[in-house]
T-cell receptor
């Protein structure tokens, strides 16, 4: 079945440094979503990417969808302590309706 | 708008006991999901409803898990009997779409289940 893998599992950065998490699917995706889960909280939707090669920005966050629609990345510029949490990608396969979540990347920010 | 409501927030039970979780989705959201989240993992889908119909329950362990969504609004997930390995956070989510993945999902706060 469809698998979604994320790397790294964990990243600890100094405040102000950049951060990137990568997401790879075993199958071609029709779309990919990104969620953020604060410690002790629940996943909160950040964005959805649909088109091949799509790039979207939200303030310091940049999201990319690969040309082959099998990978995606989230880049945070100049991290802040408020960016702390786990970032999940979730992909929907071309032939299925289920959203499959990756295991997430835990981000810790040192001030 | 009010968010997804779940209760209870925490539950501790002994193994072999039954347990039930309740979820009230955002008003107007026809699609409801139950997920299981283990520590350090992403949410894993247990069951998806479109209105009152379970359209994807392939990941639901049907020997001990059951779910219902009467009247297509709130939903209950039950485990009977619970096993030690069922300890996890059970998340409910809802969305507007039909078909499973095109719109953002709104998650509730979850129920943290501990089986001793």
């Amino acid at each position: 079945g469809q698998q979604v893998m994320q790397i790294p599992q964990y990243q600890h950065v100094q405040e102000g440094e950049d951060f990137t998490t990568y997401c790879n699917s075993s199958t071609t995706l029709s779309n990919i979503q990104w969620y953020k889960q604060r410690p002790g909280g629940h996943p909160v939707f950040l964005i959805q990417l649909v088109k091949s090669g799509e790039v979207k920005k939200q303030k310091r966050l940049t999201f990319q969808f690969g040309e082959a629609k099998k990978n995606s990345s989230l880049h945070i510029t100049a991290t802040q302590t408020t960016d702390v949490g786990t970032y999940f990608c979730a992909g929907r396969g071309v032939y299925g309706n289920k959203l499959v979540f990756g295991a997430g990347t835990i981000l810790r920010v040192k001030s | 708008e009010a968010g997804v409501v779940q209760s209870p927030r925490y539950k501790i039970i002994e193994k072999k006991q039954p347990v039930a979780f309740w979820c009230n989705p955002i008003s107007g959201h026809n699609t409801l999901y139950w997920y299981l989240q283990n520590l350090g993992q992403g949410p894993e889908l247990l069951i998806r409803y479109e209105n009152e119909e379970a359209v994807d329950d392939s990941q639901l362990p049907k020997d001990r898990f059951s779910a219902e969504r009467l009247k297509g609004v709130d939903s209950t997930l039950k485990i009977q009997p619970a096993e030690l390995g069922d300890s996890a956070v059970y998340l409910c989510a809802s969305s507007r779409e039909r078909g499973g993945g095109n719109y953002e999902q709104y998650f509730g706060p979850g129920t943290r289940l501990t089986v001793t």
